[in-house]
Antibody, heavy 119, light 115 residues
């Protein structure tokens, strides 16, 4: 069965850092592009970042450019999100999601990990 | 910036009746290189991650009941649930990919309830 499991969330102070991880199982991770999507409490979905299967192409939403870095280790079936200079508005559930057929839609999602930025 | 707007924000429909949700984008979702619309629809129930229902504007994801259908092209799209079931109560999101500059944008969501 296909699974994505996120970890690494928690409480961080404004200006602090966190590193999120997502471990994939049940499919050939190295063949798929991946995404991070977040959802602030009681709010809608916001795409954060996308990385192709070879890491050749990486995209970010404007609000995280220069602060967040997406990466992956295909040998470890793992996706990462390094989050620096955290702000209160980064508080959200962060989901790892696999690119679906045709690309740029998301057919498999993890359950999410919660990031809270507060002093 | 791409703006994707759903309407209505909330919707109440009787069991067995049709539900229609609209999605309008400020930029075309049509990709001329492969003649596909990069527009997807998701369902999210409370406490759960989103579930992909439709991609390429009208292709149903495997395992999704055929009462769910998508239509539209360019900047205007529609998700239709032909006969509402109790388990369809959820928030529905459309999502577009635009290539120049590359970005993925979700609509604000539509809350669907039983009347």
């Amino acid at each position: 069965e296909v699974h994505l499991v996120e970890s690494g969330g928690g409480l961080a102070q404004p200006g602090g850092s966190l590193r999120l991880s997502c471990v994939a199982s049940g499919f050939t991770f190295s063949r798929y592009s991946m995404n991070w999507v977040r959802q602030a409490p009681g709010k809608g979905l916001e795409w954060v970042s996308h990385i192709t299967h070879t890491t050749a192409t990486i995209y970010y939403t404007d609000s995280v450019k220069g602060r967040f870095t997406i990466s992956r280790d295909n040998a470890k079936n793992s996706l990462y999100l390094q989050m620096n200079s955290l702000r209160a508005e980064d508080t959200a559930v962060y989901y790892c999601a696999r690119d679906g057929q045709g690309g740029y839609n998301m057919d498999v999602w993890g359950k999410g990990t919660t990031v809270t930025v507060s002093s | 910036d791409i703006v994707v707007t759903q309407s209505p924000d909330s919707l109440a429909v009787s069991l067995g009746e049709r539900a229609t949700i609209n999605c309008k984008s400020s930029q075309s979702a049509f990709d001329s290189s492969d003649k596909k619309n990069n527009l997807a629809w998701y369902q999210q129930k409370p406490g759960q991650p989103p579930k992909l229902l439709i991609y390429w504007a009208s292709t149903r994801q495997s395992g999704v009941p055929d009462r769910f259908s998508g239509s539209g092209s360019g900047t205007d799209f529609t998700l239709t649930i032909s006969s509402l079931q109790a388990e369809d109560v959820a928030v529905y999101y459309c999502q577009q990919f635009y290539s120049s500059p590359p970005s993925i944008t979700f609509g604000q969501g539509t809350r669907l309830e039983i009347k």
